[in-house]
């Protein structure tokens, strides 16, 4: 059992870190045909759900974080969170984005 633990906490990473080259390829190309955002969901569901709403990274809304500490995990990067550059989201969206996930409801159940 500790074996099957061990390959999906490596599983995790590598497949985060497999995705940010794709990710970073595509930078503005998630954002509408201006370049620009249109609002934190808008990021959230683009960007940030890909990992955070399918178990490769930790469920983050619901849990009323700061959007600083949004800020500052997108910016730096944490654990197996890639950071994300303001050339891939200008700080303007990475702000909405906090906002949105800090004031965002849990996700429901699955079954």
Same mark, same amino acid.
């Not at 906490?9 to 954002?31: D, M, T």
């Not at 950071?83 to 200008?90: L, V």
């Not at 702000?95 to 849990?106: D, F, L, N, R, T």
């Given at each position: 059992?500790?074996?099957?633990?061990?390959?999906?906490?490596?599983?995790? #990473?590598?497949?985060? =870190?497999?995705?940010?080259?794709?990710?970073?390829? @595509?930078?503005? *190309? &998630?954002?509408?045909?201006?370049?620009?955002?249109?609002?934190?969901?808008?990021?959230?569901?683009?960007?940030?759900?890909?990992?955070?709403?399918?178990?490769?990274?930790?469920?983050?809304?619901?849990?009323?974080?700061? #959007?600083?500490?949004i =800020?500052?995990?997108?910016?730096?990067?944490?654990? @197996?969170?890639p *950071? &994300?550059?303001?050339?891939?989201?200008?700080d303007?969206?990475?702000?909405?984005?906090?906002?949105?996930?800090?004031?965002?409801?849990?996700?429901?159940?699955?079954?």
């Open positions: 059992m500790s074996s099957l633990l061990n390959s999906q906490a490596v599983k995790r #990473p590598l497949l985060a =870190s497999l995705a940010l080259p794709f990710a970073l390829l @595509a930078g503005q *190309a &998630f954002a509408d045909g201006d370049g620009v955002w249109k609002s934190g969901e808008n990021v959230y569901q683009k960007v940030c759900g890909h990992c955070h709403e399918h178990q490769v990274g930790p469920v983050i809304t619901g849990r009323q974080l700061p #959007p600083q500490y =800020s500052a995990v997108v910016r730096n990067g944490f654990r @197996a969170m *950071a &994300f550059p303001a050339s891939f989201i200008d303007k969206a990475l702000q909405q984005v906090g906002e949105y996930i800090s004031k965002s409801p849990a996700p429901a159940a699955k079954p």
